[in-house]
């Protein structure tokens, strides 16, 4: 199986055997899977607004790592293939505080503002989110498979720490969005 490192603001859109991962910390990754087309997305936005959108697609700037420019064009991205609204599962996660905790002088930590961005974008889509895991103060790691919908999260500390072990991550279920035994053989279904 070929292994994706899903850099900040970057999008990846696939349907075929492949384990994508990327690293969070107050930047969010949201993943779409149409399981009709067997075909999944995701992304990883580092700021919540693009102050210059629909420009900034017009400009041929980075638009991936704004949410608010990336969640529309993943959705597009996955209804030009043929998916339909009804067929998307979304998951959220990321958005950690982890610099201060909370609220700073009355305004939300960039994590937090990446993660209000994110669930309005999707409801601006007339999506729902099915599962998610944001904010506390800690990293995740994430290992998604873009062809069975399933997400993979690993927990950061927040000191420095060896690289996390995969076998190690926590299995979320693709129907449910329980935590699953990380031994537990991923199923193709």
């Given amino acids: 199986m070929e292994n994706i490192y899903l850099k900040p603001g970057d999008m990846v859109v696939r349907n075929d055997p492949v384990k994508i991962t990327t690293v969070l910390g107050s930047c969010i990754a949201l993943t779409l899977f ?7 997305a995701i992304c990883h936005a580092l ?11 017009d400009r041929r700037r980075n638009p991936y790592k704004y949410v608010d420019c ?15 609204l009804r067929d998307l599962e979304v998951k959220l996660f990321g958005g950690a505080d ?21 669930v ?3 409801a601006a889509c007339d999506l729902r989110i099915k599962l ?29 720490r060896p690289e996390p072990d995969a076998s190690r991550a ?6 449910t969005g329980q935590t699953i035994n990380p031994r ?3 199923r193709s279904g």
Avoid at 47 to 57: T, Y
Avoid at 70 to 84: F, K, R
Avoid at 136 to 152: A, C, D, L, M
Wanted: glycine fraction near 10%; include cysteine; hydrophobic fraction near 40%.
């Fill in 34 to 40: 149409a399981s009709r087309l067997r075909m999944g």
């Fill in 120 to 122: 309005h974008a999707v």
């Fill in 70 to 84: 990336v969640i529309p064009e993943m959705v597009q991205a996955l209804l030009s293939s043929g998916a339909t």
């Fill in 98 to 118: 982890m610099f201060s905790p909370g609220r700073r002088n009355g305004f939300l930590s960039v994590g937090g503002q990446n993660i209000a961005a994110a």
């Fill in 132 to 160: 998610k895991d944001v904010g506390s103060n800690h990293g995740r790691k994430i290992y998604f498979f873009p062809h069975t919908g399933e997400v993979w999260m690993k927990r950061l500390g927040l000191s420095r």
């Fill in 184 to 186: 537990t053989p991923i």
């Fill in 170 to 175: 926590v299995r979320l279920d693709r129907m």
């Fill in 47 to 57: 700021l919540p607004a693009c102050n210059e959108m629909p420009a900034c697609r």
